[in-house]
T-cell receptor
């Protein structure tokens, strides 16, 4: 079992719809959770961080964390073609560990 | 927030040649520093991390080495490159329990 798992996709979503990206993690002592967006050939950039159970909203993005189920998700409302990218889930553990999922490729169809 | 300077953006090197990639960080002190490699269409592979000057931990056995001569400087090196060293190399900086910031990355092609 991988420590952080994501569906590799591609996930295809029509423009204007909600894109839902999911991530599960195996270590219950994980403390911090991050979603990154990576365009092809570019470095990852932070979209959202979340540290406690519940929802966190920032513009069109909502991160959801459920520590009991070891599950973190990212919702993108009103999806735009510019949202097409690979989305990486990262889980922080201890003082320095940051465990990465393999990423989900998202395609927004006009 | 932090700014990570990483250069060069692209590099083509012959097999057997040496390598030195440098990363410098602004906007923080005593960060955790990381070198990742990413193959095309794949996730991030952690190569090295450092929690302080002179402190280097290697995650995978390989042809590469890392050094941290100053608090905000992280260097990735190789004495002799292999074809399998080709990839997208990323430097990242992270304060305790916060998000990681990435440099622009170096696309290395070994020919």
């Amino acid at each position: 079992q991988k420590e952080v798992e994501q569906n590799s996709g591609p996930l295809s979503v029509p423009e204007g719809a909600i894109a839902s990206l999911n991530c599960t993690y195996s270590d219950r002592v994980s403390q911090s959770f991050f979603w990154y967006r990576q365009y092809s050939g570019k470095s990852p950039e932070l979209i959202m961080s979340i540290y406690s159970n519940g929802d966190k909203e920032d513009g069109r993005f909502t991160a959801q964390l459920n520590k009991a189920s070891q599950y973190v998700s990212l919702l993108i409302r009103d999806s735009q073609p510019s949202d097409s990218a690979t989305y990486l889930c990262a889980v922080g553990r201890g003082n320095y560990q940051l465990i990465w999922g393999a990423g989900t490729k998202l395609i927004i169809k006009p | 927030s932090q700014t990570i300077h990483q250069w060069p953006a692209t590099l083509v090197q012959p097999v057997g040649s040496p390598l030195s990639l440098e990363c410098t960080v602004e906007g923080t002190s005593n960060p955790n520093l990381y070198w990742y490699r990413q193959a095309a269409g794949r996730g991030l592979q952690l190569l090295f991390y450092s929690v302080g000057i002179g402190q280097i931990s290697s995650e995978v056995p390989q042809n590469l080495s890392a050094s941290r001569p100053q608090d905000r400087q992280f260097i990735l090196s190789s004495k002799k490159l292999l074809l399998s060293d080709s990839g997208f190399y990323l430097c990242a900086s992270r304060d305790l329990n916060t998000e990681a910031f990435f440099g622009q990355g170096t696309r290395l092609t070994v020919v």
